[in-house]
C-alpha cells in the first residue's frame, strides 16, 4: 500500500472510497454537522443510516455507502469514545477499516485528515497512525499460501483539505518516518512467523549479514566454536541438543549519529529457534507456537534495520541470542551447572526455563564487550507473565526509574503497553543455588516472571537495565485471537519494534 498526501479533500481526489472518521455520539445525539457534506454525497443516505442507529462512531464500527451514479463509495468508520481517543485509537480505526476493505475492490481510498486529527491529536500524528494501522492490519502471511489474499488498498491518501493543506510538508516527514518503521515490522513478521525448520539459528545469522550489507551495519556472527572458546557456556548448553541446527550469538552495530554520538544501547534478544522444552519436555498442546520463541531475537534484528533508517543518535548495539531447545542424547540435563561468559554459574533445575540461560551470555558479553550505557532485553521469557497481564500488556521489570519511564512514554505512544513490575530482594534470594551461583527455577511457582528477571538481573552488573517479558504480546494465537487488535492480524505481530524506535528517536 502506497501512502500519498494531498491538499484536497477527500471528495476532490481520485478516490473510489471515501474515508470519514466519527467519534463515538449519543443514542439520541443529532446527526453530525461534521457529516453533511457526506450525507448530501450519498443522496441522504448516511443521515438515513444515522436515524436508524447504524452510525454511531464506536470502535471497530464500519459503514459502507455505495453512492447512486457512480462507482465511489463512502466509509464512515468509528473512532471510539473522545475520552479515549488518541494515537492508538487512531492505529486502531485504521487498522478497522483496511480489514473492511480487503476484497472489496477498492484501489484508492482517501480519509479525510480533519475527521481523524481531532481531540488532542495533531495532523501528522494521526495521519502516521491511521497508515500504521491500516498497513500492519493488511498484513499476511504469505509464504505458505497457493492464493495469497487481495490486499485492502493500493494507495492511502490521506486528504488534508483547507484545514489542513498547510501541514503538509509536517505529514510527509512524519508519514516517511512511520514508512520506515511500518515496514520493518512487516518485514519481521516475514521472519517472525517462519517455522523452526526454516528459521533456525543459522538462517537468523544469515539474515542479519544480509542486513548487515544492505544498510551499512557491522554484523558478527559467533558460531558454536567461537562461543566455546568466548565461554558462553550457557548458549552452547541450551543448544546442545539439537544436533542439526548449532547455536548462535548474533552481534548487530549501528554506530550511532555523528563523530560522538551520545550514548551506547544494548538490544539483548531472547532467540529460541524451537522450545520444545528440552529434556523437561513442555506437553504436546502448547509446543507449535513455540516457534515463536524467537521473537525477542526477531524483534532486535528488525529494531537494527530501522534504526539504520531513521539514523538515530545513539550508538545501538543488537544481540540475538540464538538456540533450539531440543530434547536428544547430547541436550542439558536437569542438575548440569553451566558456567556462562564472565565465569558465572548456573544451576540448571528445569531446561524449559532455557531463555534465562541463553540470555545470560548475552548480556554479560555485551555488557563487557560494549560497555552500554543501557541494556534492554526482550524476551518470550515467561508463561507467568501471560498469567498476570494477558495478551496487552508486556511486562516491564528495570533497575533503573528514568530508563523504565522513558520506555513507558514510548510504550503508550506507540500502541505496545508495558507495565512495571517489582523486582525484589525476595525474588533474588530465590533465585540463588545451593551448588552455583544462580539456578534457572525455583520450586514454588509464585512470580515466575519476576524471579526470571531477578536471575538475569544477575548478568547485567551496574548497568541500567530494563526487561521486557513479551511472552503474552509477542504473537496472536488461539484464545488471544478474538481479543487482538486489527492490525495484529494473527501469528508474529513485531511488538516493541515500534516502542524501541521511538525509545531510540528520543521521542518518548
Ligand atoms: N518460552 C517459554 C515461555 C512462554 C510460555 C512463552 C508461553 C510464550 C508463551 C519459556 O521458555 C518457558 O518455558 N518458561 C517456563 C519457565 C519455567 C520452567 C520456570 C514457563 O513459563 O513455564
Ligand atoms: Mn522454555
Ligand atoms: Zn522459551
Known amino acids: ?95 478497522f477499516v483496511s480489514k473492511a476493505l480487503r476484497g472489496k475492490g477498492g484501489k484508492v481510498g482517501a480519509v479525510r485528515a480533519a475527521s481523524i486529527a481531532v481531540r488532542r491529536l495533531a495532523v501528522p500524528d494521526a495521519l502516521a497512525a491511521f497508515a500504521d494501522g491500516a498497513e500492519l492490519a493488511s498484513y499476511e502471511f504469505k509464504r505458505y499460501k497457493t492464493t495469497p489474499r487481495p490486499a485492502p488498498l493500493d494507495n492511502l491518501v490521506g486528504a488534508l483539505g483547507k484545514e489542513h493543506a498547510a501541514a503538509a510538508a509536517s505529514v510527509r516527514k512524519a508519514l516517511d518516518r512511520q514508512r520506515l518503521i511500518t515496514d520493518s515490522v512487516l518485514w519481521s513478521r516475514d521472519i517472525g512467523n517462519l517455522a523452526a525448520d526454516t528459521a533456525t539459528p543459522e538462517f537468523l545469522a544469515e539474515q542479519a549479514l544480509s542486513l548487515g550489507k544492505e544498510f551499512g551495519l557491522k554484523v558478527t556472527v559467533f558460531d558454536e566454536k567461537q562461543l566455546e572458546e568466548m565461554g558462553c557456556g550457557g548458549i552452547l548448553a541450551v543448544g546442545g541438543g539439537s544436533t542439526h541446527h548449532p547455536p548462535r550469538m548474533i552481534a548487530i552495530e549501528y554506530a ?49 534495520r530501522a534504526v539504520a533508517q531513521l539514523k538515530v543518535a545513539p550508538r545501538v548495539v543488537g544481540v540475538m541470542c540464538c538456540a533450539e531447545n531440543v530434547p536428544s542424547g547430547t541436550a542439558y540435563r536437569p542438575g548440569d551447572v553451566v558456567r556462562t561468559f564472565g565465569g558465572k554459574t548456573i544451576e540448571v533445575l528445569n531446561t524449559d526455563a532455557e531463555g ?153
Not at 549519529?257 to 498442546?285: H, N, W
Not at 526487561?467 to 494465537?477: F, M, P, R
Open 1 to 95: 500500500m502506497q501512502w500519498t498526501v494531498e491538499r484536497k479533500d477527500a471528495w476532490e481526489t481520485d478516490a473510489d472510497v471515501v474515508l470519514v472518521g466519527l467519534l463515538e455520539a449519543d443514542k439520541d445525539a443529532p446527526f453530525p454537522k461534521s457529516l453533511a457534506a457526506d450525507d448530501a454525497r450519498s443522496g441522504g443516505a448516511l443521515a438515513a443510516a444515522w436515524t436508524r442507529g447504524e452510525v454511531r462512531g464506536k470502535r471497530g464500527e464500519i459503514t459502507v455507502l455505495t453512492l447512486t451514479g457512480g462507482t465511489r463509495r463512502l466509509l464512515v468508520f468509528g473512532l471510539g469514545k473522545a475520552e479515549r481517543y488518541g494515537a492508538e485509537a487512531c492505529r486502531v480505526a485504521g487498522g
Open 356 to 508: 534465562r540461560v541463553v540470555l545470560s551470555d548475552g548480556l554479560s558479553w555485551v555488557n563487557a564487550t560494549h560497555k552500554p550505557n543501557e541494556i534492554i532485553d526482550l524476551a518470550t521469557l515467561t508463561g507467568a507473565c501471560v498469567v498476570a497481564l494477558g495478551y496487552d500488556n508486556a511486562g516491564l521489570m528495570a533497575t533503573d526509574d528514568r530508563l523504565a519511564a522513558e520506555l513507558l512514554k514510548a510504550s503508550s505512544a506507540s500502541g505496545e503497553p508495558l507495565w512495571r513490575m517489582p523486582v525484589t530482594s525476595l525474588h533474588h534470594e530465590m533465585v540463588k543455588s545451593e551448588v552455583a551461583d544462580v539456578r534457572n527455577s525455583t520450586e514454588s511457582p509464585p512470580a515466575g516472571a519476576l524471579t526470571a528477571a531477578a536471575f538475569l538481573s544477575a548478568f547485567v552488573g551496574d548497568t541500567p537495565w530494563a526487561h521486557l517479558d513479551i511472552a503474552g504480546t509477542a504473537y496472536v494465537s488461539g484464545a488471544g485471537a478474538r481479543f487482538a487488535p486489527p492490525y495484529n492480524p494473527g501469528g508474529f505481530n513485531g511488538f516493541g519494534i515500534r516502542l524501541l524506535c521511538r525509545y531510540l528517536s528520543g521521542m518518548g
Open 256 to 304: 550511532g549519529k555523528g563523530a560522538r554520538p551520545p550514548k551506547t544501547v544494548a538490544l539483548v534478544g531472547k532467540g529460541i529457534t524451537f522450545d520444545s522444552g528440552g529434556i523437561s519436555i513442555k506437553p504436546a498442546l502448547a509446543m507449535a507456537e513455540m516457534k515463536f520463541d524467537k521473537s525477542g531475537a526477531v524483534a532486535v534484528l528488525a529494531t537494527m
